[in-house]
């Protein structure tokens, strides 16, 4: 007798997974009959992705540059108020102690009735200056409940500062995390495009860079333009010092540098402190707008976001640390957007 039992059904699970494959399949085989054939990028379309992408990088560095020199200095804020407060703490309990002495003593001698106590002393002289001692310590006791109070008036001023810097520290290091991985990513964007070229253009790219700073070192010293004062000449010496040092973000030396790392460790040497970043320098000094009258040692800001800065080195060139990749260098001024010199 022939069988009429219904074939067995496959479990839904089966199902479930041949179905995903067979879309997953499908789907797979549209994108590759849909996708344009992936085209390698040029040796100048990969420099001009890798010079936007290093100039966003220094843009974010000087963001973080910020940001540390804002933690140091909230820091330094947090550690003296922290210690005026412990100061003021125990001023405040001596206040408190020596106050309730007075108050221990004020009780002692005023426990008799002054009439009954001129009638039993044998020494009426004695009791009128014991009862002026006593009228002096309740002067004493008001002018020190004074003191307490003003004293207590100032650690709740106090604590409550330290408290919101204190927070603000708080908010200044999430910043500089964020900043410093926003650096981070795109030099590592920067990095997997330059690995994308083949060893011959990378070459071609490092030479051509080459060109452009051996082009604007060219008979490059202090007599090209006069410096602008003798510590400006010092600052200028220091930077010339260091020429061939690498560029490193958020490096202030002396071994690596970035932009203003550089400009603020040289004036550094002169004994000269200006800010630490480039929008900061900017503001630190007289701004000279014309070209022409710039001198050695000026600052020199550049870009309409002022992010980056350098030294004039006279005869229309720059002294700087550039980029990631680079070193500290001469460069025509030309190469980057200028705003204006700054004076120191």
Known sequence: ????????????????????????????????????????????????????????????????????????????????????????????????????????????????????????????????????????????????????????????????????????????????????????????????????????????LATEDQQRATRAGERVDLDDAPAASGRAAAAFAAAQSVIGAPYAYAHSGPSSFDCSGLTSWAYAQADVTIPRTSQAQANAGTRIYSQSDLQVGDLVIFYGDQHHVGFYAGGGRVLHAPRTGTFVRYEAIGNMPFQFGVRI
């Open 1 to 204: 007798m022939a069988s009429h039992r219904r074939p067995k059904q496959p479990s839904r699970t089966r199902v479930t997974v041949l179905t995903a494959a067979a879309a997953a399949a499908v789907a797979l085989s549209a994108n590759a009959a849909n996708a344009a054939p992936s085209e390698k990028l040029s040796k100048d379309e990969v420099k001009s992705k890798v010079d936007k992408l290093y100039d966003e990088a220094e843009q974010a560095t000087e963001k973080l540059n910020g940001a540390k020199e804002k933690q140091e200095k909230l820091q330094k804020e947090i550690s003296s108020l922290q210690d005026n407060v412990a100061r003021g703490q125990e001023e405040l309990n001596e206040l408190r102690d020596g106050l309730g002495s007075m108050a221990s003593a004020q009780y002692r001698t005023g426990g008799i009735d002054p009439s009954v106590a001129l009638f039993l002393s044998s020494d009426p002289d004695d009791f009128l200056d014991k009862a002026s001692a006593v009228d002096q310590l309740t002067a004493q006791q008001a002018e020190s409940l004074k003191k307490v109070q003003e004293k207590q008036r100032a650690l709740a001023q106090q604590r409550s500062e330290a408290s919101e810097k204190l927070t603000d520290l708080a908010d200044t290091r999430t910043k500089l995390a964020s900043k410093k991985k926003e650096v981070q990513t795109k030099l590592g964007t920067a990095q997997k495009l330059l690995n994308s070229l083949t060893a011959q253009e990378k070459a071609a």
